[in-house]
Every structure is written in structure tokens, then in C-alpha cells.
């Protein structure tokens, strides 16, 4: 089974600046998907940018880019020039690619809480 | 755009009652899966679907049934409700299975159990 661990309960950042995030995973497959995803006070579940294992280019969106490194297992995210709007819970998630593997769904990380600071 | 919708938003359960929480989406997915997330989580995969017909235990899936009759729809049934139940829920699908497509997923269910 894979494990998703984000070692940063909460995180605080001054707005304008930038704040990277970590995550680490734990698996044995060799293809997979990374996410990471945002949840506001509201609870929504927004999908901020994904990764997939087999591109070794790491993914950007606007400004929130990941640093993938697959040796390593390691998925973070950073996001620039930070907005109060970006404050928020994130979570990185994992989804195997295997249809001959367990099941078929997210496996997350129990979250950093990013606080804005303005 | 209606995407995913789930049906009650809030709902109080007394010990022992059952319940369905439901879930449709429109854009056609083949994968449909349900998660709860409890205070300090991520959140947990409960049952999945992989089409019509398929259906499968998540990572925590004692006490919940599933069924998957349409392509549009996947209720989650509370068999006999207990206060550990008491989770938000939420319902998600994507286009197919197995893949980096997009899981879109509901507003979420609150639960409670008392």
C-alpha cells in the first residue's frame, strides 16, 4: 500500500512571497500519478496542478510549480508571489496507475495548513 | 455545469438508523468513488466504481454499501449508523479509472451521529 506523508501541519508565509510545501511518498510501483489539492474553509476540493511519474519535467500551473523527484519520492509544491486567496489547507495525493494493483482512488497526506500573512 | 452533486448537504442521524447519501454526476465518468474525512485527515477512500455494474472496497469500507446501476450515479448506504460514522463525505469521480484524468469531486455530506 502507499503512504503519503506532508510533514508540515501548518505553514505561514507574507503575501508576495514565496512558500513551498513538502510531501514524500512511499511506494513500490514505477507509475503513477501525483496531486496536489487545495481545500478552502468551504471544503471544496480544488485540484491545484498534477504530476505524472513518468515525465521527468516538473509541472507548472500560473504560479504554483512542483519540484518531483522521483528517486527520492519527493513531490513538493511552491507557489509564488502568495495571494490571501491562496490560504487554505493543501493536500498532496497519490494514484496508482496499475489496474492489476489495489484499489483505484487518492491516497493523501493528512495536510499543511498555509496561512497568509498580509 | 453540474459536475458532481451530492444529496443532503447536513444531515443528524440517530444511532443505529440507516441512511443513503447520494451522489450523480453528468459528465459521463466511468470512475465514481466515495471518501470520508475526519478532523486532522486527508481524506480516506470508502467504496469505488469503475463503471456500471463494478464496485469495490476502499481503504476503510466496514459499515457502507454501494451499488452502481447507471454510469450517472453511486449512493453511499449507511447500514446501521454509529458515532464514528460521523465524517463529511464526499463523492468523486473521473473519466476513467487508473489515470492522471482529473477527479472532480462533490461539495461534501456533513454527518452526524449522535
Known amino acids: 500500500a502507499q503512504t503519503v506523508t506532508q510533514s508540515q501541519p501548518e505553514m505561514s508565509v507574507q503575501e508576495a512571497e514565496t512558500v513551498t510545501l513538502s510531501c514524500t511518498y512511499d511506494t513500490s510501483e514505477s507509475d503513477y500519478y501525483l496531486f496536489w489539492y487545495k481545500q478552502p474553509p468551504s471544503r471544496q476540493m480544488i485540484l491545484v496542478i498534477r504530476q505524472e511519474a513518468y515525465k521527468q519535467q516538473n509541472a507548472t500551473e500560473n504560479r504554483f510549480s512542483v519540484n518531483f523527484q522521483k528517486a527520492a519520492k519527493s513531490f513538493s509544491l511552491k507557489i509564488s508571489d502568495s495571494q490571501l486567496g491562496d490560504a487554505a489547507m493543501y493536500f498532496c495525493a497519490y494514484r496508482s496507475a496499475d489496474s492489476g494493483g489495489g484499489a483505484d482512488g487518492l491516497t493523501f497526506g493528512k495536510g499543511t495548513h498555509l496561512i497568509i500573512q498580509p | 455545469n453540474a459536475g458532481v452533486t451530492q444529496t443532503p448537504k447536513f444531515q443528524v442521524l440517530k444511532t443505529g438508523q440507516s441512511m443513503t447519501l447520494q451522489c450523480a454526476q453528468d459528465?459521463?465518468?466511468?470512475?465514481m468513488s466515495w471518501y470520508r474525512q475526519d478532523p486532522g485527515m486527508g481524506l480516506r477512500l470508502i467504496h469505488y466504481s469503475v463503471g456500471a455494474g463494478i464496485t469495490d472496497q476502499g481503504e476503510v469500507p466496514n459499515g457502507y454499501n454501494v451499488s452502481r446501476s447507471t454510469t450517472e450515479d453511486f449512493p453511499l448506504r449507511l447500514l446501521s449508523a454509529a458515532p464514528s460514522q460521523t465524517s463529511v463525505y464526499f463523492c468523486?469521480?473521473?473519466?476513467?479509472?487508473?489515470?492522471?484524468?482529473?477527479?472532480?469531486f462533490g461539495e461534501g455530506s456533513w454527518l452526524t451521529v449522535v
Open positions: 468523486a469521480s473521473s473519466y476513467r479509472a487508473y489515470s492522471g484524468n482529473t477527479i472532480y
Open positions: 459528465m459521463n465518468h466511468e470512475y
